[in-house]
């Protein structure tokens, strides 16, 4: 696994969206984007060719619990079985919940603990879109570092 970090000023990703970034094995399809927030914790933008933007995630204290989370989705998103019931039957696994017609989905790791939720989404297949891209490119996901 190749991870390549890119300090990039906000207004170069809003202001140049053709920016392509390459790993050296060519063009990546998925970005974390590291960001701060109005009161200096982390949080992340999972970023889709380039534009969509898929997960916008919760936020962190400590940037060292922003690369955790980063890590873990790499180990288990993967492997990761989907359901839709609380508990699911093996670990890790995409947990997908309906709340007044809206979804969202955590994705809880090997040992039972929780990576990260997502935001809500109106349609069910749009979580399932968001699950299947994090699965397909988890170990080559790039991370720009909009933080620094």
Known sequence: ?????????????TNN????LHDGRGIMKTVFEIKKNSVGRYYFVFRYENEEIL??????????QLE?????????AIV???CEKSTPDNYPAFIISEKERKYTFSLVGFGGNDI???????????CLKVIKILK?????????????
């Open 1 to 13: 696994m190749i991870t390549l970090y890119v300090t990039l000023s906000t207004a170069q990703v």
């Open 116 to 126: 990260f939720c997502s935001e809500f989404y109106r349609e069910k297949e749009k």
């Open 68 to 76: 955790k989370c980063f890590s873990d989705i790499r180990e288990a």
């Open 55 to 64: 997960l916008i995630s919760g936020s962190y204290a400590k940037r060292s």
């Open 136 to 148: 397909e490119n988890c170990y080559d996901i790039g991370i720009i570092d909009l933080a620094r």
């Open 80 to 82: 990761a079985n989907i």
């Open 17 to 20: 969206k053709n920016i392509m």
